[in-house]
């Protein structure tokens, strides 16, 4: 990524002359050059004088490189990952006789390059400077590894107090920004503000002080800075695995004084004494893929209202973020922004970067936009193969209730659940020329997985998501196919969802402070609940477990091998002994039940042809079941981690979570969760074989009633029971699609 150094043109010191060593890294991104990188550092007269030390991997083979020579040292690190070439470098630093280290994972030293030039003028500037008295400094450069940057900077932090604005804050700020990957996760118009949200992707060590150091979030054009934000200081951000790190931050830019033009967004760290670091902000895919042409009403220095209009959008490679502005009020100006979008067509048509597809998916858009004018397209799924979630629901009454909205289902017609939708109407073939046509005018986009299902097998993710969805700008929703229990597995940055659906409380505050999404989040229920209506007893009981995704399984498409082979781990271990269990046949025939067991999808390959323990015992087939009508029939339910036990639950009926491999899930499969199934669970909590058919055995003996504990904890979970879900659901997306027409 660029990084921008706003230095004036000064005389720079020749490196020998400055109390500077060097460090040169090889790893697997550089080793193939680095032979010849060492040939150009002996050539490099700028370079001359100045200790080396070469580090790289015990196994990487040096036959060959030039590092018999006076001045050059050698450290073999344990390896060739990041992190052991990184604690090889640390060591170096700290025990370096030099004021400044250089250290770097670049192997361009070229004579005529820049690199001895930047080191110069990075050295300059932290000798004016002077951070940290009585400590070696680290000279970043351009390519040093973030693992190296986090743990000097976490120790700098440790072993003194630094105070805001400092020299030390300054110079720790600068090498953290340096070392980072700024990533703009989104764009929200507030007043006539903008909200501005940035994930650093600092590597940041998790016992990390809190930073005293401020960023501003800059709007640039041509001409110099357009809109410069309030200096912000970085807050905790919650990674995937539930790690609290200080890498997000959030900024307010005013738009007030802003003029039409393409502008470009950056962060830079806040200081004096030293010229302006400035890095751009490469979007995120959640940030591109939420783009859409944006109004909003602003107030200029003289109190009048202006309308400005503005789109999100990257470039080629997509490592910038980039702003198309236009200022102006009434018809004319609403006619020149319709011509700067089909001026940015016609030149993406005739020569823009990417793929010819992409180029020909704009013309057609282009050319059949008149045929879809005025109209709202709502495309609803789920994977491409499945129509049994709150995709399906929600299509249901759409179809039924509102017949008058243009809405289509996607599924591939080879699907086993393809005739459950059929005859609902509007369904369309995945991938067909009907679907692609209908995903190039699409006003609403709503899946129960995730957008990418809706997706055309033949566009690719990365030519939708930066040349076609931001023109296309359809609202995007997520039904989701469950509860989340492990929210850090929602992120705004990567899913860039317009409208996400939350059932409980106790979700939607996980989700609030975990994922980056506020208002988004809408407390309505799920689709999928108008249909939890319990029958009649059945005398079924259901046992559904979730997923090991550290074990072999069916992901996406395709099959993938996990991290450890199925047979004999714990996992099969425990559902083969339940299933063959006699104890479990014996009880099921004395109180005349039976036992339907339900293979996660993504498992359910290895459960074909399992053998049970007799005839009160069946191995349904995820393809081929209607899994709500399995969960509605059921008298009670068994599961382990699942997240559909909240749909039980809202039906009142009695449930069991069964435990066997809770320390295997917990380190390799699930992120922390914000439900505690101790606590707030709607039934019991076992462990091991023996206690749940313990458990079942209890249950069914008092005919599958309901604890009036657990009954209770049912009332308080819920704010919504009853059949209106997708009518809630409708009405927010209704309301959402008014805001951005």
């Not at 400094?137 to 107090?161: F, H, I």
């Not at 600068?174 to 903008?194: F, M």
């Not at 991290?563 to 063959?580: A, T, V």
């Not at 657990?710 to 997306?733: G, K, M, W």
Request: net charge neutral; with cysteine; glycine share 6%.
């Amino acid at each position: 990524m660029t990084v921008e150094h706003r230095t004036p043109e000064v005389s720079l010191p020749p490196l020998h002359t400055l109390d500077l060593s060097l460090v040169l890294v090889a790893d697997d991104d550089n080793l193939d050059r680095f032979p010849e990188a060492l040939e150009d550092l002996a050539a490099n007269e700028a370079l001359a004088g100045v200790p080396v030390t070469v580090v790289h991997g015990a196994e990487v083979d040096t036959a060959g490189w030039l590092l018999d020579r006076p001045g050059v040292d050698v450290l073999r690190a344990r390896s060739g990952s990041e992190q052991d070439l990184s604690d090889a470098v640390y060591r170096l630093v700290t025990r370096a006789p030099t004021r400044y280290v250089g250290a770097s994972w670049s192997a361009h030293t070229e004579p005529d390059g820049p690199w001895a030039s930047d080191l110069a003028a990075d050295v300059v500037q932290l000798e004016r400077l002077d951070p940290l008295p009585g400590s070696t400094l680290l000279v970043a450069g351009r390519q040093a590894a973030r693992p190296l940057v986090a743990r000097y900077v976490r120790d700098a932090l440790t072993d003194r107090t630094v105070t805001p604005g400092s020299a030390d804050a300054v110079y720790l700020g600068r090498l953290s920004l340096h070392a980072a990957r700024p990533l703009l996760e989104a764009v929200d118009p507030v007043g006539s503000e903008l909200d501005v949200q940035v994930f650093l992707a600092a590597k940041s060590l998790p016992d990390l002080p809190e930073p005293p150091w401020r960023y501003r979030i800059v709007l640039a054009g041509p001409d110099g800075d357009v809109a410069v934000s309030e200096p912000s200081r970085l807050e905790a951000r919650i990674d995937s695995r539930g790690v609290v790190r200080w890498e997000a931050l959030r900024a307010r830019l005013d738009l007030s004084g802003v003029r039409s033009g393409h502008l470009r967004l950056m962060v830079e760290v806040v200081g004096e004494g030293v010229e302006d670091l400035r890095r751009n902000l490469q979007p995120r895919r959640g940030a591109l893929i939420s783009a859409r042409t944006v109004t909003m009403d602003v107030t200029d220095g003289r109190g009048r209202s202006r309308t400005l209009r503005y789109l999100l959008h990257t470039t080629k490679r997509g490592r910038r973020s980039f702003m198309t502005v236009q200022v102006g009020s009434g018809r004319s100006a609403a006619v020149r922004w319709h011509a700067t979008l089909l001026k940015k067509d016609l030149r993406f048509i005739a020569r823009g970067p990417g793929q010819r597809r992409a180029r020909s998916l704009r013309l057609v858009r282009l050319l059949t936009l008149p045929f879809f004018a005025r109209q709202e397209i709502w495309i609803v799924g789920e994977r491409t193969d499945t129509a049994q979630d709150n995709g399906l629901h929600l299509f249901r009454h759409l179809r039924r209730v509102h017949p008058e909205l243009r809405a289509y289902y996607v599924i591939d017609t080879s699907s086993p659940q393809y005739e459950r939708v059929r005859d609902l109407g509007n369904v369309v073939p995945h991938s067909s020329v009907r679907h692609r046509l209908l995903m190039l005018h699409a006003s609403v986009l709503a899946n129960a997985y995730s957008i990418r299902y809706l997706i055309p097998r033949t566009w690719g993710v990365a030519t939708y998501t930066r040349h076609l969805v931001w023109r296309v700008g359809a609202l995007r929703v997520y039904l989701k196919h469950g509860v989340h229990l492990s929210p850090t597995a929602v992120k705004r940055g990567t899913t860039g969802y317009d409208i996400c659906l939350t059932v409980t409380p106790g979700e939607t505050a996980a989700l609030r402070a975990s994922s980056g999404y506020e208002d988004q989040l809408v407390e309505v229920g799920m689709p999928r609940y108008d249909a939890l209506v319990p029958t009649p007893p059945s005398r079924t009981v259901l046992f559904m477990p979730t997923w090991r995704k550290y074990l072999v399984s069916k992901v996406l498409d395709g099959s993938v091998a996990g991290e450890r082979p199925y047979e004999g781990s714990r996992y099969q271990r425990f559902m083969s002994g339940f299933l063959e269990s006699p104890r479990l046949q014996e009880m099921l025939e004395r109180y005349d039940y039976r036992l339907t067991f339900l293979p996660h999808y993504n498992m359910a390959p290895k459960f074909e042809g399992a053998r049970v323990a007799g005839d009160r015992v069946t191995v349904a087939d995820a393809d081929s079941v209607a899994i709500q009508d399995m969960l509605r029939e059921c008298d009670a339910f068994l599961t382990d981690f699942s997240s559909v036990h909240f749909d039980v639950a809202y039906m009142g009926t009695p449930l069991i979570y069964v435990r066997f491999d809770q320390e295997e899930y917990d380190s390799l499969h699930a992120s922390p969760s914000w439900f505690d199934h101790e606590t707030q669970g709607f039934g019991p909590v076992v462990e091991g074989l023996d206690a749940s058919l313990d458990a079942l055995e209890s249950l069914l003996a008092r005919g599958c009633e309901q604890d009036p504990f657990y009954a209770r904890r049912v009332e308080d979970a819920f704010p919504f029971r009853d059949q209106d879900n997708c009518a809630r659901t409708v009405a927010v997306i209704e309301e959402h699609l008014a805001r951005i027409r």
